[in-house]
């Protein structure tokens, strides 16, 4: 299984953004996959959940009123609709695969992970 973010970039803050993920490799359309986040000096943070369907949504407490998740299983990709981002939402972006069928909200839960992208947020 691989995965590859995309759509890292430098934004100005209320500016929306959309990261994306593409992923590869034999069963992973049935893995439930994720999104987190990690800031310098911070725990790796889970950001949104989505099962193998999209329909099994979890979101996490900091973002789950501006973050939106959204799956593609005919094209291989998860999005992370990013709306009115600030700077406290710098940090390094992954996507992850988790095996299992349920949507979990922890990094041990996750299998698979990719190498991430830098999201910045500044005036």
């Known amino acids: 299984v691989q995965l590859r973010e995309s759509g890292g970039r430098s934004v100005r803050p209320g500016d929306s953004l959309r990261p994306s993920c593409e992923y590869v490799?034999?069963?992973?359309?049935?893995?439930?996959m994720g999104w987190f986040r990690q800031a310098p000096g911070k725990e790796r943070e889970f950001l949104a959940g989505?099962?193998?369907?999209?329909?099994?949504?979890k979101y996490g407490a900091t973002v789950k009123d501006r973050f939106t998740i959204d799956r593609d299983n005919p094209k291989a990709e998860i999005h992370l609709q990013m709306n009115n981002p600030q700077p406290a939402d710098t940090a390094v972006y992954y996507c992850?695969?988790?095996?299992?069928?349920?949507?979990?909200?922890?990094?041990?839960?996750?299998?698979?992970w990719g190498q991430g992208i830098q999201v910045t947020v500044s005036a």
């Open positions: 992850a695969a988790d095996r299992r069928l349920g949507v979990g909200s922890h990094t041990y839960e996750y299998d698979y």
């Open positions: 490799g034999r069963g992973v359309t049935n893995y439930a």
């Open positions: 989505a099962n193998w369907a999209g329909k099994n949504i």
